[in-house]
């Protein structure tokens, strides 16, 4: 299938800067990453309400949480690794049990941050922000997926997390897609199993759809954006429907999007699941796509773990 | 308590008789209230009566009527194990009534073991994990004075805490975003629950740190009311910087066998101690 590629994050940059148009009261924070986040654009806009930290993401969480209180919509920017990994206690203490109003835009998330290597590479982010009571976890598809989700999140007040790629990804959507908190999208209709997908992995879901057909099977394409509060309705019904489940995430297998779908499975209507993501390793320097390939994030292991789950069904 | 800000600088000594009284008050709040409840930390909650008893009492824009108030100061208790001596205080200035202190720490109750701003009446932010208050400080002045209001920031640090690297990250983002609306006062009891503080993890010199971080810092008796109102008038008024007060204090001050000692940093006391404590601060036992 051909794409059209653009990048995710400066449809957060884009998105922030009309926010900071339409509320006097958004407010952008950043880690000494401002171009790398694209909050540069905000930072041009609206110096007077952009506050660059520098290297100090606890202080970064701690001060976006102070400027919420005082009734500031707060857009908190860094690597997802630095965010949730290096800041975690202080988003736990400082912005989740205050339910504060602090969204934060992690980009540079998962393997495809390539070259950086392991050290800058987060699988954990969704399932350190997951666990998290009053958090909502968002891991956008696309350039237009990622700016209509921040534009959303901006309505609904409380602590948000989005997480955005480093890499060039092709366009599933459009201008005119609507984004829904907490609603799953659901991009292809099929009968016989129901691929789950987030992040960088929605289009190799849709790829594998179309491999799929060749092969006889019919498969739905779901996108599930909104990781936390996850879709139930959307999940239990395609388990209803086709009877079984395959999950790809861009992320550690271990309480990922995978298991949360899993979870709702094991409640509500279980039937076969299989789970394609980032074994539980560190990852390593490479291209985004050699990587990729290397762990297992492919069209072709969707489409295996396909024919393993359908079987699984007699 | 009035809406606007007090005059109290004019005539500090005409202040001191009832403020000491306050205190006193909240002092026998404190350990009966963490006797009642079995745990929590009394030693840090006695040694910040005074700047509490100032703040609460005298320096704060704030009204206990209406504790959401949008122009009101804001207080972020960094050291959270200290929130017996807030809550006695948020208490006696009527944001709720006294008797509920008794059920600290009990399940159910809004007065949690450390302050939790969505349960409890007053409290401004939850706070407990060390080292996280001033950065929040910092944030709701920002806030303030992008909102262009003359509300002011008060944030009590513990000096154990210090030997987190969050508050010097804070510290150097203070003085950098020139919040001079911040004012921060350093609880320098010199005892952390391992021991003391220069035994553990040396802080000093502490002045001079914080003065080459840039804050304009006065160092006092903590629990000197009329060198506090003093102080906190000056930080109003000082124009530029963030203030830090370094208040020396005693940890367990107020009851004999508490000051200075170790074991009350997390123990509370008991039958007795209660009984005796009481009766050296004065009033019914």
């Known amino acids: ?48 309400r952009f506050f660059n930290v520098g290297v100090a993401e606890q202080n970064l969480m701690g001060i976006s949480a102070g400027l919420a209180a005082t009734g500031k919509i707060v857009f908190a920017s860094t690597f997802a690794m630095f965010a949730t990994g290096r800041a975690y206690d202080q988003i736990r203490q400082s912005i989740a049990y205050p339910k504060l109003n602090v969204k934060i835009v992690a980009t540079h998330a998962g393997i495809t941050v390539g070259g950086d290597g392991a050290s800058h590479q987060m699988h954990e982010d969704l399932a350190l922000m997951r666990v998290l009571p009053h958090m909502t976890v968002i891991a956008p598809a696309d350039y237009w997926e990622t700016k209509k989700a921040v534009l959303k999140v901006a309505e609904v007040p409380g602590p948000c997390y989005i997480r955005t790629a480093r890499t060039d990804t092709p366009l599933i959507y459009d201008e005119d897609y609507r984004f829904k908190i907490g609603i799953a999208d659901t991009l ?48 239990i019904k395609a388990a209803r429907e086709t009877g079984a489940i395959v999950t790809a995430e861009e992320h550690n297998m271990i309480v990922g999007m995978g298991s949360a779908v899993t979870e709702v499975l094991t409640d509500h209507e279980p ?13 390593e320097s490479g291209e985004s796509e050699e990587l990729m390939e290397a762990y297992g994030l492919t069209v072709e292991n969707i489409v295996e773990n396909v024919k393993i789950a359908v079987e699984m069904k007699r | 308590m009035p809406l606007e800000r007090m005059d109290y600088w004019l005539d500090i000594d005409s202040s001191l008789e009832e403020l000491s009284g306050i205190a006193r008050e909240a002092r026998r709040w404190i350990v009966r209230m963490t006797h009642e409840a079995g745990s929590g930390h009394p030693g840090g909650s006695l040694s910040i009566v005074e700047i509490l008893t100032a703040l609460y009492f005298r320096v704060m824009k704030h009204d206990p009527e209406n504790p959401h108030w949008e ?30 202190l008794l059920t600290l720490r009990k399940l159910g109750s809004r007065l949690q073991g450390h302050p939790s701003m969505n349960k409890t009446p007053g409290v401004d932010m939850s706070t407990g994990s060390l080292g996280q208050g001033l950065s929040i400080a910092i944030g709701m002045a920002l806030g303030s004075r992008l909102d262009r209001k003359d509300n002011r920031i008060y944030c009590i640090l513990g000096d154990g805490e210090c030997q987190e690297g969050q508050i010097w990250e804070a510290a150097m983002a203070a003085t950098h975003f020139k919040v001079d609306n911040l004012c921060a006062i350093l609880d320098r009891n010199q005892l952390q629950i391992d021991g003391p503080t220069e035994k553990i993890m ?11 971080f840039g804050w304009h810092v006065i160092e006092l008796n903590g629990h000197d009311l009329k060198e506090l109102l003093r102080a906190f008038h000056e930080a109003e008024t000082y124009k530029g910087k963030p203030t830090m007060i370094i208040a020396n204090t005693v940890k367990g001050k107020g009851v004999s066998f508490m000051e200075g000692a170790l074991k009350f940093h997390g123990k509370t006391p008991g039958k007795e101690e209660l009984e005796q404590a009481l009766r050296e601060l004065g009033g019914d036992v």
């Open chain 1, 1 to 48: 299938m051909e794409w059209q590629m653009k990048n995710m994050r400066p449809g957060f940059g884009e998105a922030l800067v009309e926010l900071g148009q339409r509320y006097h009261n958004v407010v952008a924070l950043n880690a000494d990453l401002s171009c790398s986040t694209t909050t540069v654009m905000f930072d041009r806009a609206y110096p007077e």
């Open chain 1, 188 to 235: 292809r209709d099929g009968e016989d199993v129901t691929i789950i997908a987030t992040g960088l992995m929605v289009v190799k879901a849709l790829e594998a759809a179309e491999e799929l057909k060749e092969l006889g099977i019919s498969a739905r394409v779901v996108n599930m954006s909104t990781i936390k509060p996850i879709d139930k309705n959307t999940i």
């Open chain 1, 271 to 283: 039937v076969p699941q299989r789970r394609v993501g980032i074994p539980d390793v560190f990852g």
């Open chain 2, 71 to 100: 122009e009101r100061d804001r207080m972020v208790l960094s050291k959270g194990h200290g929130a017996p001596g807030l809550y006695a205080l948020l208490a006696l200035s009527g944001y709720f009534d006294p008797e509920e």
């Open chain 2, 202 to 212: 040396s802080l000093e010199p502490v002045v001079p740190k914080f003065k080459a």
